[in-house]
T-cell receptor, first 113, second 113 residues
Framework: KNQVEQSPQSLIILEGKNCTLQCNYTVSPFSNLRWYKQDTGRGPVSLTIMTFSENTKSNGRYTATLDADTKQSSLHITASQLSDSASYICVVSLGTGGFKTIFGAGTRLFVKA | NAGVTQTPKFRVLKTGQSMTLLCAQDMNHEYMYWYRQDPGMGLRLIHYSVGEGTTAKGEVPDGYNVSRLKKQNFLLGLESAAPSQTSVYFC????????????FGPGTRLTVT
């Protein structure tokens, strides 16, 4: 069964600290993996996208990694800011003919002053 | 350039009532999507369209209908609302398939009593 699982479900960190969010997937055939940021009451916004051949992608203080062999991805946030408080969603697309995308349930990050 | 807009932002329906959610994008994107987001779950694809005049079923299409009469608009209809359709609905658009970034609207919060 195609699934995307994220951990932890929620996380509280102090401003200025780093954190890493995890995404494990059992999706085949794999096409690409994205990380989205969703602020409360808003739609998701894309942070990074990685294909099979890419194992790291950065967007400012956000760095995503991908291990296609173990089917794991992580999102590392450096020097967190209060504005990083949001849900972070891992999304995996299948490399099939139609359109098939599996969304993870997300990790809720709270950054405290 | 407004991106993706959705109307209405909030709506309360009684069981059995009907309504239409409107999504509009001004980025000349070919692909458009409707998702629902429920607590503790990832976004689930309801219907999508790969171009004007085309529609296709996603993961959870039952109870919904869609139309794409104009390239910039994608309508989601509920013919007879049920409490199980209480959710937050997001529209998204992309230039093409899954490799391209999806741009999401702000969402419509629908409650069916």
């Amino acid at each position: 069964k195609n699934q995307v699982e994220q951990s932890p479900q929620s996380l509280i960190i102090l401003e200025g600290k780093n954190c890493t969010l995890q995404c494990n997937y059992t999706v085949s055939p794999f096409s690409n993996l994205r990380w989205y940021k969703q602020d409360t009451g808003r739609g998701p916004v894309s942070l990074t996208i990685m294909t099979f051949s890419e194992n790291t992608k950065s967007n400012g203080r956000y760095t995503a990694t991908l291990d296609a062999d173990t089917k794991q991805s992580s999102l590392h946030i450096t020097a967190s800011q209060l504005s990083d408080s949001a849900s972070y969603i891992c999304v995996v697309s299948l490399g099939t003919g139609g359109f098939k995308t599996i969304f993870g349930a997300g990790t809720r990050l709270f950054v405290k002053a | 350039n407004a991106g993706v807009t959705q109307t209405p932002k909030f709506r309360v329906l009684k069981t059995g009532q009907s309504m239409t959610l409107l999504c509009a994008q001004d980025m000349n994107h070919e692909y458009m999507y409707w998702y629902r987001q429920d607590p503790g779950m990832g976004l689930r694809l309801i219907h999508y369209s790969v171009g004007e005049g085309t529609t296709a079923k996603g993961e959870v299409p039952d109870g919904y209908n869609v139309s794409r009469l104009k390239k910039q608009n994608f309508l989601l209809g509920l013919e007879s609302a049920a409490p199980s359709q209480t959710s937050v609905y997001f529209c998204a658009s992309s230039a093409s398939g899954s490799i391209y970034e999806q741009y999401f609207g702000p969402g419509t919060r629908l409650t069916v009593t």
